[in-house]
């Protein structure tokens, strides 16, 4: 048996986004920007597509922009917002994304800001009372905060982020790549400035994605070099990309109940079995129903003689899954998250992630092989 247990690295293409995709690519060919006939259709299927996100978001058309994925939007919302609206000051936690966390860290060292860290406790929630006592010290600030851990999981109260930051006179940008398509997102009532997204997290393709910028946010480009995206953003737009993004997103909100009961219902049992089977197995994180986003499972297990080829072992039984960030892999610097978690380092963690099309009799298949290798090992 293959098992793909990755779904938060990228998820694979819904049958129905491939359709889509493919009759763009043989229908509409043209440049987006051209005044002929066949650039005018392809113009008319992009903002037919902005239109379809900004519905399901709650937001303006005006307030969407496509981006090549969630890395080129954040580092958007984080290096426009703070250059043009004159920032000195932002707060973000140690558990970001590397799109936030090296972005941030790189204007710090360069004395554009002063960065400051919120705290987490050791489940990864952040402190809200050190928030607002960090805001109340210098409330023109930018604050980014993840809505969930894209390695464990953990979920973020952005709407009482978002109520701190209003009262401090503060910029929230939230990278919401995890949630986006797994949770609604009602911006006509969440006060952010800027959220993000990428189109191969909620099963459609890669190198697309977008940002939400509040419309009373006024910013300049990231990358330039034409009048695309109403002048926000330079580049032929990747036009069947942003077809599939807004049919995959589409998707996502006509199922996602269903889709969250399902897939809750997976992690839920594959806990209770690793329990059963690994007793001295630990769980990083949240992996409360309430306080996690369930689609990731990331778990530490007891034979720390296994850590250097534990994800070898997996890939050998067929069996996919990540050590931590898929955007880390092949790194020899362990988990940022798990670090600033307090992990024990000696002990191996796994990510598994779910999505719609995984079964429970992949759960037992995975459960089964893990406790082969801990115990060959132990």
């Known amino acids: 048996m293959q098992v793909y247990f990755d779904n938060a690295a990228t998820t694979p293409l819904d049958p129905e986004v491939i359709k889509v995709m493919t009759e763009t690519m043989q229908d509409h060919y043209g440049n987006p920007s051209s005044i002929h006939a066949h650039g005018r259709q392809a113009r008319t299927i992009v903002e037919k597509a902005r239109k379809t996100i900004a519905s399901l978001l709650k937001a303006s058309p005006s307030e969407i922009f496509f981006t090549s994925g969630g890395t080129e939007a954040d580092n958007m919302a984080?290096?426009?917002?703070?250059?043009?609206?004159?920032?000195?000051?932002?707060?973000?936690?140690?558990?970001?994304?590397?799109?936030?966390?090296h972005t941030l860290e790189d204007l710090a060292q360069r004395g554009v800001i002063q960065l400051d860290f919120v705290r987490i406790d050791e489940r990864g929630h952040v402190d809200l009372a050190h928030?607002?006592?960090?805001?109340?010290?210098?409330?023109?600030?930018?604050?980014?905060?993840?809505?969930a851990n894209n390695e464990i999981g953990t979920l973020t109260d952005i709407r009482t982020v978002s109520e701190i930051?209003?009262?401090?006179?503060?910029?929230?940008?939230?990278?919401?790549?995890?949630?986006?398509?797994?949770?609604?997102?009602?911006l006509s009532t969440l006060h952010i400035d800027f959220l993000t997204g990428a189109a191969h997290k909620f099963?459609?393709?890669?190198?697309?994605?977008?940002?939400?910028?509040?419309g009373k946010n006024k910013i300049r480009p990231l990358i330039y070099g034409g009048a695309q995206e109403r002048n926000m953003r330079g580049g032929?737009?990747?036009v069947y990309g942003i077809v599939g993004l807004a049919k995959a997103l589409e998707m996502c909100y006509q199922d996602?109940?269903?889709?969250?009961?399902?897939?809750?219902?997976?992690?839920?049992?594959?806990?209770?079995?690793?329990?059963?089977?690994?007793?001295?197995?630990?769980?990083?994180?949240?992996?409360?129903?309430?306080?996690?986003?369930?689609?990731?499972?990331?778990?530490?297990?007891p034979c720390a003689e296994i850590a250097d080829m534990l994800l070898f072992s997996l890939d050998i039984a067929g069996i996919s899954a990540s050590g931590g960030s898929a955007c880390s892999s092949g790194s020899q610097i362990g988990s940022h998250v798990l670090q600033a978690l307090g992990g024990d380092p000696d002990k191996p963690s796994v990510r598994f992630s779910f999505c719609k099309y995984n079964t429970k009799e992949e759960v037992d298949f995975v459960v089964k092989k893990l406790t082969e290798i801990c115990e060959a090992r132990g």
Do not use: W
Request: contains cysteine; hydrophobic residues 35%; aromatic residues 8%.
């Open 165 to 186: 930051c209003q009262e401090f006179n503060a910029i929230f940008h939230s990278d919401t790549v995890q949630t986006m398509g797994h949770y609604e997102h009602d």
């Open 236 to 238: 032929t737009e990747n």
């Open 131 to 147: 928030l607002r006592d960090l805001l109340s010290q210098h409330p023109r600030t930018f604050v980014s905060l993840m809505h």
């Open 78 to 101: 984080i290096v426009r917002s703070i250059i043009d609206m004159g920032i000195t000051r932002a707060i973000t936690s140690p558990l970001e994304h590397h799109a936030v966390l």
């Open 203 to 214: 099963h459609g393709p890669k190198g697309v994605g977008f940002i939400y910028i509040n």
């Open 256 to 301: 996602m109940e269903t889709h969250r009961a399902y897939i809750q219902d997976l992690k839920d049992y594959m806990c209770t079995e690793l329990r059963k089977n690994i007793p001295q197995i630990t769980f990083n994180g949240d992996i409360t129903s309430a306080g996690s986003l369930y689609t990731v499972l990331n778990v530490s297990l």
